[in-house]
């Protein structure tokens, strides 16, 4: 590590363990991206579509559906979408080179489109937003501001899917790791409802136990109801029991 960075542990949220997340002062714009790309440092690239997003892909009945992948770097998802029938397909990332690669690769067919931006500036509609190691490549103290934006791109129905790391990574990111215990609350506070959020069996081969599978949708003012009621019930049952034993405690003398 470079003496000018500063590193702090991040913890993750009142009330829970800390979750070994360190970040950097980095600057992880275009240029630093760009960078990676021109020196061919892409340790990140699999190559190919990771085999848990496959699965996904395949699950998923409406090839209409408006389809967003932010921070894309190579794009085996888009590809195997484009291969499956899909037709409305957006892809986003930051890296000039990379996007000017892939809008030669896909000039002229009106399936996809390949816009070169910052997904924090980004705006529309989507469906399916897809991740695949881009939350891992922003400051972790961006996750919040991810979450948020996600939530403005996703239709109300729409769902956002992908894989997250559940490690860390001894050295300094990106990637930034970080685990589920972290990012269930994040993903809640920023108003979307984690639907499933587990270790998944269909990694790719390096990356074998290392990552969840999650799905997550805009929180309704119903689920937040839920939560709610929930919580309410746990404290009425609790002052309920207090109440209880006292009255027990004043029985008995
Ligand atoms: C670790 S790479 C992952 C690329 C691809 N998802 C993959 O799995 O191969 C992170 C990607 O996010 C892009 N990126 C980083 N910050 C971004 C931002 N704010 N907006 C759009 N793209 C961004 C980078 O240019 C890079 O292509």
């Given at each position: 590590?470079?003496?000018?960075?500063?590193?702090?542990?991040?913890?993750?949220?009142?009330?829970?363990?800390?979750c070994?997340?360190?970040?950097?002062d980095?600057?992880?714009?275009?240029?630093?991206?760009?960078?990676?790309?021109?020196?061919g440092?892409?340790?990140w690239?699999?190559?190919?579509?990771?085999?848990?997003?496959?699965k996904y892909?395949?699950?998923?009945?409406?090839?209409?559906?408006?389809?967003?992948?932010?921070?894309?770097?190579?794009a085996?998802?888009?590809?195997?979408?484009?291969?499956?029938?899909?037709?409305?397909?957006?892809?986003i990332d930051i890296?000039?080179l990379?996007?000017?690669q892939?809008q030669a690769?896909y000039?002229?067919?009106?399936n996809?489109?390949?816009?070169?931006?910052?997904f924090f500036?980004?705006?529309?509609?989507?469906?399916?937003?897809?991740?695949?190691?881009?939350?891992?490549?922003?400051q972790?103290?961006?996750r919040?501001?991810?979450v948020?934006?996600?939530?403005k791109?996703?239709?109300?129905?729409?769902?956002?899917?992908g894989l997250?790391?559940?490690?860390?990574f001894?050295f300094?990111?990106?990637?930034?790791?970080?685990?589920k215990?972290?990012?269930?609350?994040?993903?809640?506070?920023?108003?979307?409802r984690?639907?499933?959020?587990?270790?998944?069996?269909?990694s790719?081969?390096?990356?074998?136990?290392?990552?969840l599978f999650?799905?997550a949708?805009?929180?309704?003012?119903?689920?937040?109801?839920?939560?709610?009621?929930?919580?309410?019930?746990?404290?009425?049952?609790n002052?309920?029991?207090?109440?209880n034993?006292?009255?027990?405690?004043?029985?008995k003398?």
């Amino acid at each position: 590590m470079s003496e000018n960075q500063e590193v702090t542990v991040e913890t993750s949220h009142a009330g829970m363990e800390a979750c070994c997340v360190v970040q950097c002062d980095l600057e992880l714009g275009g240029n630093y991206w760009n960078n990676q790309y021109e020196s061919g440092k892409t340790g990140w690239d699999l190559g190919m579509a990771s085999p848990a997003l496959v699965k996904y892909i395949d699950s998923l009945p409406n090839k209409d559906a408006r389809i967003l992948i932010p921070g894309c770097g190579n794009a085996y998802e888009a590809q195997y979408l484009l291969d499956q029938g899909f037709m409305n397909i957006t892809l986003i990332d930051i890296a000039p080179l990379l996007v000017e690669q892939l809008q030669a690769k896909y000039v002229g067919n009106s399936n996809i489109q390949v816009v070169l931006g910052d997904f924090f500036e980004f705006e529309g509609q989507f469906d399916v937003i897809i991740e695949q190691t881009f939350f891992c490549a922003i400051q972790p103290y961006m996750r919040s501001e991810y979450v948020k934006q996600m939530r403005k791109l996703l239709s109300p129905e729409g769902e956002l899917a992908g894989l997250l790391f559940d490690t860390g990574f001894d050295f300094d990111g990106p990637p930034f790791g970080g685990c589920k215990c972290e990012y269930k609350p994040i993903f809640d506070e920023g108003g979307l409802r984690v639907d499933e959020m587990e270790i998944t069996p269909d990694s790719a081969k390096p990356r074998a136990g290392t990552e969840l599978f999650f799905r997550a949708g805009v929180k309704k003012s119903t689920d937040a109801c839920v939560v709610d009621a929930a919580c309410g019930i746990k404290q009425y049952a609790n002052i309920a029991e207090k109440l209880n034993w006292n009255k027990i405690n004043q029985d008995k003398k």
